[in-house]
C-alpha cells in the first residue's frame, strides 16, 4: 500500500471518531450550537498535518506482528490501532492549539491559528483541553476491556507532562521578546527537545503499538526508548540546521529561528564554540526582527563552521543508533527493524 494509501486509510477512520465524540457530548445534554463548535474545533485542528506519528503507531505494530501490509491486518485491528493514532493527533492538537497562543503565532499548516479564527479568541484554550479530554474518552470506550488499558492511561498521562516539562523550559529560556543567550546552553537545548519532542513524536507511537501488540516488557520499552529519545533529539537537531542553512525551496519555508529567538542547536553550538568578539555579535544581533542582524549571525555561524560541525554530529549519531539497534535483544518478541524503520526516515532528511 502507498503512503498515499495509508494516509487515506487512516484519514477514513477520522469522521468515526468525530461522530463517536459529539454523542457523547449529546449524552451529556450539550446543546447543538456547542457540539457544532466542538465538532469545528476537531476538523480544524486535528487531521491537517502530516499524520506521522499516528500512522507510526499502524506501521509499528504491522512490523512487531510480521505483517507484510496493512491487507493483513483484521478491519478490528486496523480500527482500534488507527484508533489509538488519532489519540496522539488529537494530543498534537491540543499541543499545538495551545502553543501557537503562548508563541502568538499567525499561522498553522497554512491556516489561521485556531485563536485567531473569528469568534474563537481565547475560547481556544478551553477547546485545548477538550482536545486532550478527546483522547481519554476514545481509550476509554475502545480498550476499558483490554488488560493493557491501564499502561495506555499511564503513557499518555506520562508522555504529556514530559511534553509540557520540555515547553516550560523552552519558554523560559526563550521568550521571543526578551533575549538572553546566558540561558542558553547545548545542555538545557537538549532537555527541551528530548522532552518537548521526542517523547510524544518518537517513543510514545512505538510504546502504544507495542502494548497493542502484547510486548509490554519493561527491558523491551527500555530499548525503544535508548533508541528512540535520542533518534527525537537528532530530528530536532536536523530541523534546527535546516532552518539555518537549508534552501528555503527544499524545506518548504523560510527559517525564522534566528529572528525568533529560538534557543536552537545552531546558536547553542556557536556559544560554546565563540570568540569574546562573535560573542558580542551574537548578544547584540541574536532574536532581532531585522535581516541584517539575522546576516551578522549567519556570518558567524559560517566562520565557526557550523554546517560541518552538524554533518559530523549525523554520521557519528546515525552510526551509534545503527550499532544500538544491532544489538537488540528479540527473545521476547520486539524487532530492531522497528527502530531502523524510524531512522532510515529521518537520516540524511533534506526537509
Known amino acids: 500500500m502507498s503512503k498515499a494509501d495509508k494516509r487515506d486509510k487512516f484519514l477514513s477512520v477520522f469522521p468515526k471518531l468525530v461522530d463517536e465524540l459529539k454523542s457523547i457530548l449529546s449524552g451529556y445534554g450539550m446543546t447543538e450550537d456547542a457540539i457544532q463548535w466542538y465538532e469545528n474545533s476537531l476538523n480544524y485542528n486535528t487531521p491537517g498535518g502530516k499524520l506521522n506519528r499516528g500512522l507510526s503507531v499502524v506501521d509499528t505494530y504491522a512490523i512487531l506482528k510480521g505483517k507484510d501490509s496493512y491487507a493483513e491486518l ?38 489561521p491559528c485556531w485563536y485567531r479564527v473569528a469568534e474563537v479568541g481565547e475560547i481556544a484554550i478551553n477547546d485545548a483541553f477538550m482536545l486532550e479530554g478527546a483522547i481519554y474518552c476514545l481509550l476509554k470506550n475502545h480498550f476499558k ?11 499518555f498521562h506520562d508522555v504529556t507532562f514530559q511534553t509540557e516539562l520540555g515547553q516550560l523550559l523552552d519558554l523560559i529560556t526563550a521568550p521571543e521578546e526578551r533575549v538572553d543567550l546566558s540561558k542558553f546552553s547545548l545542555e538545557r537545548h537538549s532537555f527541551i527537545v528530548r522532552f ?144 531502523s524503520a524510524f531512522l532510515d526516515k529521518v537520516y540524511k532528511r533534506q526537509k
Open 196 to 339: 518537548k519532542t521526542a517523547y510524544y513524536s518518537f517513543y510514545l507511537p512505538v510504546a502504544l503499538a507495542m502494548y497493542a501488540a502484547g510486548i509490554n516488557d519493561e527491558r523491551d520499552l527500555k530499548q525503544a526508548r535508548d533508541v528512540l529519545i535520542p533518534l527525537g533529539e537528532y530530528f530536532q537537531i536536523q530541523d534546527d540546521f535546516l532552518d539555518c542553512f537549508g534552501k528555503p525551496e527544499d524545506i518548504g519555508k523560510i527559517g525564522t529561528d534566528i529572528q525568533d529567538n529560538k534557543c536552537s542547536w545552531v546558536v547553542n553550538t556557536a556559544l560554546k564554540l565563540c570568540s569574546t568578539e562573535q560573542r558580542q555579535v551574537l548578544d547584540t544581533n541574536y532574536g532581532k526582527k531585522d535581516s541584517e542582524c539575522e546576516a551578522k549571525c549567519k556570518q558567524v555561524f559560517s566562520e565557526l563552521k557550523i554546517d560541518a560541525i552538524y554533518h559530523d554530529y549525523e554520521e557519528k549519531t546515525a552510526h551509534d543508533l545503527r550499532n544500538l539497534i544491532q544489538s537488540t535483544d528479540e527473545s521476547r518478541g520486539f524487532k530492531g527493524q522497528v527502530l
Open 74 to 111: 483484521s478491519e478490528e485491528e486496523y480500527f482500534k490501532l488507527a484508533m489509538l493514532g488519532w489519540c496522539i493527533e488529537l494530543l498534537q492538537a491540543y499541543f499545538l492549539v495551545a502553543d501557537d497562543m503562548m508563541d502568538k503565532s499567525i499561522t498553522r499548516r497554512g491556516q
Open 145 to 155: 476491556q483490554e488488560k493493557y488499558y491501564v499502561d495506555l492511561l499511564e503513557l
